[in-house]
């Protein structure tokens, strides 16, 4: 697999489906081309980013890659904001692996100085963390968080979705 220098990549176009803040988990329905309503979080706890997904990728679990954006205000579902990766939070639930990539708007220029991890505040970090620990534990589903990768494992993850995703497609219907 070709790897570039982070530096010298386009950004990624993130197709948000949750606004940052939000306790409503919305997803895109890849069957009927619409925002469903998949569940109103059950825990006292909301999305730390926009969260969302790489149209075309495909990622272990059968559904596009997912992507949080650091973003000064919250979008909406169906945004696409152009992103810069910066790493790649390591998780698992009761489906298997669930790479999140962490991501900066490109467009919002309080994230232009921002290019890697150790760059972000280690306390956004473990709030991102540590949603991701609880958000599914009064559901009794349980997750597993392995800690961070940097940007080179995030783009690996990036190229391998995209390039799964060319030849195969997303689970359809993704609602219940």
């Known amino acids: 697999m070709e790897h570039h220098s982070p530096d010298h990549r386009a950004p990624i176009e993130v197709t948000v489906e949750i606004p940052s803040g939000s306790r409503n988990k919305y997803e895109y329905d890849h069957h009927r ?3 469903v309503l998949d569940r109103v979080l059950y825990s006292s706890v909301h999305y730390p ?6 149209e075309g990728s495909l990622a272990d679990d059968g559904d596009p890659l997912d992507v949080l954006v650091l973003i000064a205000e919250p979008t909406f579902p169906g945004c696409v904001v152009r992103a810069r990766p910066l790493g790649v939070l390591d998780m698992s639930d009761e489906k298997g692996h669930d790479f999140k990539i962490l991501a900066v708007a490109s467009d919002d220029p309080r994230w232009d100085a921002v290019a890697s991890l150790d ?3 280690p306390h ?9 620990a609880t958000y599914k534990t009064l559901e009794r ?3 597993d ?11 690996a993850i990036i ?3 995209m390039e799964h995703g060319a ?3 997303p689970e359809p219907g993704t609602w219940r």
């Open 141 to 143: 589903r349980e997750t």
């Open 119 to 121: 760059e972000v505040s």
């Open 33 to 35: 081309h619409r925002f």
């Open 49 to 54: 980013c926009d969260y969302g997904f790489i």
């Open 167 to 169: 030849t195969h497609q």
């Open 145 to 155: 968080i392995a800690g961070w990768l940097d940007v080179n494992e995030a783009w």
């Open 124 to 132: 956004r970090l473990r709030e991102i963390e540590n949603f991701f």
């Open 159 to 161: 190229d391998a979705a």
